[in-house]
């Protein structure tokens, strides 16, 4: 049993993995922390603190990220540390995050949830002991692909502030192709497909400037 950290993780990290889980420190191209068994199978986790999740969501690199790991590892986990409350940006956006990793728990591997790095070491350590025993068989679920391009469309029109799966729908049914949905968005009451605090949503998602920001606020406990 081998246990593998990532060298770009912090000194203090990497000394606490290696005193705590014995752990060797390499270059890995894809996650941050490595469980390899005897027979040489391993389990990849991307570990990410709330802050930077949001950060790396935003830009699309944790996305990015994850892709990797689908496609180059056979099993694979999310590890979320930490707490949303130490997110510096504004409660919409905290919670697509949230959303997001609800999709990905769902869809893609299994989203674990640690208060600290040293709850994250102990739950490598509790997790390495149940490989090593061979009794962490269904840690990982199958990836779910979306092979249609309807669902496709779906799940990408989601992704828009404001629209869930009906409206994503309506929008797929009522215009042609993306181009059709972008231009001809205005029409969109009449085409019964959305209006007021919707509409307006969607308007200023198309019309946004790319590269534009918003004004952050710190999100406290206890705010939505």
Not at 79 to 85: A, F, I, K, Q
Not at 160 to 183: Q, S
Request: aromatic content about 8%; glycine content about 4%; some cysteine.
């Amino acid at each position: 049993m081998k246990i593998i950290v990532d060298s770009k993780e912090s000194a203090q990290n990497k000394a606490s993995c290696q005193m705590l889980l014995n752990a060797t420190i390499e270059n890995l191209p894809e996650g941050d922390i490595i469980v390899e068994n005897d027979d040489g199978k391993r389990w990849v986790f991307e570990r990410k603190t709330w802050a930077d999740a949001h950060s790396s969501w935003t830009n699309k690199r944790l996305q990015n990220q994850i892709s990797r790991m689908v496609e180059n590892c056979e099993n694979y986990v999310l590890l979320v540390e930490g707490s949303p409350n130490q997110v510096y940006g504004d409660a919409n956006s905290v919670r697509g995050l949230q959303t997001f990793f609800n999709r990905v728990c769902v869809e893609v591997c299994p989203v674990i949830y640690t208060e600290s790095f040293d709850e994250t070491i102990r739950y490598i350590r509790s997790i390495s002991l149940r490989i090593k025993d061979g009794s962490v068989n269904t840690l990982v679920r199958p990836v779910t692909v979306i092979t249609s391009t309807r669902n496709k469309h779906h799940a990408m029109l989601e992704q828009i502030p404001k629209v869930g799966r009906t409206t994503a729908k309506k929008i797929y049914e009522a215009y042609n192709n993306l181009e059709d949905f972008v231009t001809n968005w205005e029409d969109a009451s009449n085409r019964d497909v959305a209006k007021g605090v919707t509409w307006k949503a969607v308007d200023d998602f198309i019309n946004k400037l790319w590269g534009s920001t918003e004004a952050k606020v710190i999100v406290k406990k206890g705010q939505d």
